[in-house]
């Protein structure tokens, strides 16, 4: 265990989960516990969903109070060369259809509208 005391994480060896169980499914599926339970702020009387497979690149989306839409995108990469940067140039057009999103959260790092 390092010094800080957290466990080391090797998501290259993520338990397989979805349907079909893939590797990626359990990290889509993880990035959007964290996104509902705790890694984002959301208002009071969010509206949950998810997209399930094929999600079209989209992992789910919130639905606050006011109507605005927050979605998310998880990417499941290991080196960040061009295919990578393709396949995140592209999260705001995947996540065009969930409706008039206001905030989109990419596990990359970034906060993209």
């Given at each position: 265990?390092?010094s ?48 399930g ?37 592209l ?18 790092g970034?906060?993209?509208?």
């Amino acid at each position: 265990m390092p010094s800080d005391g957290l466990p080391d994480f090797d998501f290259a060896r993520i338990r397989p989960y979805g349907h079909p169980a893939s590797r990626s499914g359990a990290f889509e599926e993880l990035a959007s516990l964290l996104i509902e339970q705790g890694v984002v702020e959301w208002p009071d009387g969010v509206r949950f969903s998810r997209f399930g497979n094929p999600d079209g690149g989209r992992e789910g989306r919130g639905v606050l109070p006011n109507g605005d839409v927050w979605a998310w995108q998880a990417k499941y990469l290991f080196e960040f060369d061009s295919s990578a940067a393709a396949q995140v140039a592209l999260v705001g057009g995947s996540l065009s259809p969930c409706g008039d999103h206001q905030r989109v959260v990419a596990d990359e790092g970034g906060v993209v509208k």
